[in-house]
């Protein structure tokens, strides 16, 4: 059974009308209340959130290029937009604790382990700052980072701050709201994005590749191949899979009262309809910012076959053992300095 993998599940279903939901997979009224949640599922597919502008947008950066300070507004935007998973999950935990409900802590803390890399020591968010720093000392020559230092970033958009409240909303609710669908519906939208978010951006990496060494593009890479690795389902397909038991669910707790299904799926629909007004918002604002930058600074496209110099980069050793000059080095080069040393060096790595 999925269930270690359900961020929510017990949280927004009653436990007792999910179980039976788990159980009975044979029934007519178990694919009956798929079927409506399919519907569901197709139509948050289709809302603009989905398929918005900022996506083209940033499949154009790595031909069109873009300045630091663009590369920063992504950057801290996407930061604080991410930061709330792990604490919503702890904080659902907690509630959890002390309303006494302690079958149901083990689901949410194997789920905050998940995310705090307790299983591999390696915490989704510390894999995130790691994934921009790399990205943004090597191309763009700016200064590292942390999620809590992006919280304070000039180049924060207005609508980040709306969409972490609907983000919280998801978990952090009184027991006594358990079964809400409006929120259900909330936490189905965000978990069916977010694969073609990560894929988006993780594509926009993947163009710079040449930028980067081996060891260096590999570690960079570790926060995206956590959650969409190639050529196997990852995290993120996952808990989108587990979503849609949720909210499968919860009609099928209400598959034998019409008006009672009717009023499930509505509010379903409505809430994962507002979660995903929040994300087009949000997006459509992180454009605009990074438009009204596009003129401070020099633009660099995987056309620019410059990283910044090697001497400007934090490293384990001393850059006067590479002999590496000051200036601007092409990216073979680099490939070529680092390799040579690191193999001097009996392969030690960035």
Not at 12 to 36: H, I, P, Q, T
Request: proline share 2%; glycine share 6%.
């Amino acid at each position: 059974m999925r269930i270690n993998n359900i961020l929510t599940s017990f949280l927004l279903v009653s436990g007792k009308a999910l179980s039976v939901f788990l159980v009975d997979s044979a029934s007519s009224l178990r694919k009956e209340a798929e079927d409506y949640a399919a519907k569901i599922g197709d139509e948050f597919d289709r809302h603009p959130a989905n398929h918005a502008p900022f996506f083209d947008y940033l499949n154009q950066i790595p031909q069109e290029g873009i300045n630091s300070k663009q590369f920063l507004a992504l950057r801290d935007n996407y930061l604080v937009r991410t930061e709330g998973t792990f604490f919503s999950v702890m904080q659902k935990a907690i509630h959890i604790a002390k309303k006494g409900n302690y079958d149901l802590l083990p689901l949410v803390m194997r789920n905050a382990a998940e995310e705090g890399g307790a299983s591999d020591d390696k915490p989704h968010m510390a894999l995130l700052e790691k994934a921009f720093n790399i990205f943004g000392r090597r191309v763009f020559g700016v200064s590292d980072s942390s999620i809590v230092e992006a919280k304070k970033s000039e180049f924060l958009v207005d609508e980040v701050n709306e969409f972490r409240k609907k983000q919280d909303e998801i978990y952090k609710l009184s027991n006594e709201q358990v079964g809400n669908e409006e929120i259900t519906g909330r936490y189905f939208a965000h978990e069916k994005a977010a694969v073609k978010m990560l894929g988006v951006f993780k594509q926009l990496f993947v163009a710079y590749k040449h930028y980067f060494n081996d060891s260096e593009y590999k570690e960079m890479m570790q926060y995206f191949d956590a959650h969409i690795p190639e050529g196997k389902s990852g995290v993120e397909e996952r808990h989108g899979s587990d979503a849609f038991l949720v909210v499968a669910a919860a009609i099928y707790s209400a598959i034998n009262d019409p008006l009672e299904k009717d009023r499930v799926i509505g509010e379903l629909s409505k809430g994962g309809k507002e979660m995903l007004d929040a994300q087009e918002n949000l997006w459509k604002a992180i454009k605009e910012r990074m438009e009204d930058l596009s003129n401070l600074g020099k633009k660099i496209s995987i056309k620019d076959q410059e990283c910044v110099s090697y001497r400007d980069v934090k490293v384990k050793y001393s850059s006067d053992d590479l002999d590496v000059p000051s200036k601007k080095v092409s990216a073979k080069d680099f490939e070529n300095i680092v390799g040579s040393s690191t193999k001097n060096r009996g392969g030690s790595e960035i």
